[in-house]
């Protein structure tokens, strides 16, 4: 996880190793969670600085997610 930068050089201050993903199940299906998760991209979409000519590929990119 990249926490900051320090000069001109791009030096990284603070890398943090992620932790490993834990085995399991999925407890909830993907079409039960994705109304909620399209909802918060769309809020994110429109609550961000995207230039114009990139907002469509981003705007397809999530589409592509659709269940």
């Not at 943090?16 to 979409?45: F, S």
Request: net charge negative; glycine share 14%.
């Amino acid at each position: 996880m990249d926490v900051g930068r320090e000069g001109d050089e791009g030096a990284t201050v603070g890398d943090v190793p992620l932790p490993a993903p834990e085995g399991g199940r999925v407890t909830v299906p993907y079409r039960e969670v994705y109304a909620e998760y399209a909802a918060e991209a769309g809020a994110a979409l429109e609550g961000s600085y995207i230039p114009l000519g990139l907002k469509r590929y981003v705007r397809d990119y999530f589409s592509s997610l659709e269940p």
